[in-house]
């Protein structure tokens, strides 16, 4: 069965396409997962079916149909990660918040003050902060009743020119002993193919 032949099959289900993208993409992923494809298809079969469908519904060409594809399945998959960290962890007392929205909470002003990198502006003398690029920020709670962040997460769909910026802000953060991790879906099959460019062994050089 083709990615055509998917889409025929599925297309009927999406009744309410279009009102909430992140939640379109869940749908088609939901969907996708009932036609029975080998793993490495549901993704490339899920991405077709929302491209293919958003064309259709809103009359779109190819490179916006993409471009949403591309923020909200990024979206669907940071909401994912952060709903499993919470399913598993909470009962632990451990809390993963989308970074966006603690900053928005008065009572986490000092961790946020924490988490931002100081910054000096030369031409004005004056300092500004930088907000790190975490989708995810995990948090404990001390027996004080204090909540302290101990991680840092990064949600990709695909790896592609992910690492640096991950890597540059563990190195900016590795005096607050907070970890910066990358998540990823890996759609583009980067890591396992190591870019094409395997060992001998047939290991992939990561």
């Known amino acids: 069965m ?3 032949d998917c889409y025929d099959r599925v297309k009927g289900e999406l009744t309410d396409f279009g009102k909430n993208a992140v939640a379109d993409v869940g749908k088609i992923m939901t969907l996708v997962q009932t036609l029975d494809l080998p793993e490495k298809d549901v993704m490339p079969t899920a991405q077709h079916i929302y491209i293919t469908h958003y064309q259709k519904v ?3 060409d190819a490179n916006q149909a993409r471009q949403s594809w591309v923020t909200a399945s990024g979206n669907n ?5 952060r709903n499993f960290i919470n399913h598993n ?6 809390l993963a918040m989308k ?3 603690l900053k928005t909470i008065p009572k986490a002003a000092n961790i946020v003050s924490f988490l931002t990198l100081k910054a000096n502006r030369r031409c004005t003398q004056t300092t500004t902060g930088v907000w790190p690029d975490s989708d ?3 948090l404990t709670k001390e027996k004080t009743g204090a909540l302290k962040a101990f991680a ?9 020119s992910r690492n640096d910026a991950v890597l540059f802000w563990a190195l900016a953060l590795r005096d607050n002993n907070i970890k910066d991790c990358l998540l990823t879906q890996d759609v583009l099959a ?3 193919l190591a870019d094409g460019d395997l060992s001998g062994d047939g290991e992939p050089k990561v």
């Open 58 to 60: 809103n009359a779109a």
């Open 190 to 192: 980067k890591l396992l």
């Open 136 to 138: 995810i920020v995990v």
């Open 99 to 101: 970074g966006d929205r």
């Open 152 to 160: 840092l997460l990064n949600c990709k769909t695909s790896d592609h």
């Open 2 to 4: 083709n990615v055509s």
């Open 77 to 81: 998959f940071e909401s994912f990660m």
């Open 89 to 94: 962890l909470n009962a632990e007392g451990i």
